[in-house]
């Protein structure tokens, strides 16, 4: 994997998809912490597995399949699930 690869795949997850998802919540009921909540928590482990199908698809399972799994957790899974704690203790601790 190269480096502007990489970068427009940290774009997408990091920038773009949670922007996406707090500018589609605009004039909702949610507050700008339930918008902010709902775009970083959001579909993010749904959408990494249609990115891993994708990839595989495009590339070729020999060229992607043994390492993406890996990538996957690094850049998706774990971010998301170490900061779901945190996010919602203080989304919590704001509301009450």
């Known amino acids: ?10 774009f997408l997850f990091v920038v773009a998809r949670p922007l996406g998802s707090t500018l589609s919540l605009i004039g909702s009921l949610m507050d700008h912490h339930q918008r902010s909540l709902s775009a970083w928590l959001g579909l993010r482990g749904v959408s990494a597995f249609y990115y891993l199908l994708f990839s595989l698809e495009n ?16 850049i998706v899974i774990f971010p998301h699930g170490a900061s779901v704690t945190v996010l ?4 919590v601790g704001k509301r009450d």
């Not at 994997?1 to 940290?10: A, Q, S, T």
């Not at 919602?88 to 989304?91: Q, V």
């Open 1 to 10: 994997m190269n480096g502007p690869k990489l970068g427009r795949g940290l």
């Open 59 to 74: 590339a070729g399972y020999g060229v992607v399949g043994k390492i993406m799994p890996i990538i996957l957790l690094a």
């Open 88 to 91: 919602l203790d203080r989304y």
